[in-house]
């Protein structure tokens, strides 16, 4: 099982950008489509972004398309989520993922994952 850590959250102003970083054990990482989450406290986990094994193909949930980029550097087993724009509505604990090696399902169920992160809180502010 792939194991996650992600680092990167703090505060930031509206407008503002951050980059997220999650960090993979493992000497598969390259097999793994990855993916991020987000939660605020009272609502369900929703996806934000996924990307496959192969570098460039990827899919993001509407509310942050143009704004979030996902990428992965599989030589460091390192997956990115770069935010700009960013707006208070995107203030939540985001969650890196890991789905099953190869996995070409539906990325935007919780239930499609196989690992999580534990979290990284991401504030903006006005």
């Known amino acids: 099982q792939v194991q996650l850590v992600e680092s990167g959250g703090g505060l930031v102003q509206a407008g503002g950008s951050l980059r997220l970083s999650c960090a993979a054990s493992?000497?598969?990482?390259?097999?793994?489509?990855m993916g991020w989450f987000r939660q605020t406290p009272g609502k369900e986990r929703e996806f934000v972004g996924a990307?496959?094994?192969?570098?460039?193909?990827?899919s993001y949930a509407d509310s942050v398309k143009g704004r979030f980029t996902i990428s992965r550097d599989n030589a460091k087993n390192t997956v990115y989520l770069d935010l700009s724009s960013l707006k208070p509505d995107d203030t939540a604990v985001y969650y890196c993922a890991a789905y099953a090696a190869y996995y070409r399902g539906p990325m935007y169920y919780t239930s499609s994952v196989a690992s999580w992160g534990q979290g990284t809180q991401v504030t903006v502010s006005w």
């Open positions: 493992g000497r598969t990482f390259s097999s793994y489509p």
């Open positions: 990307i496959l094994w192969s570098v460039g193909s990827t």
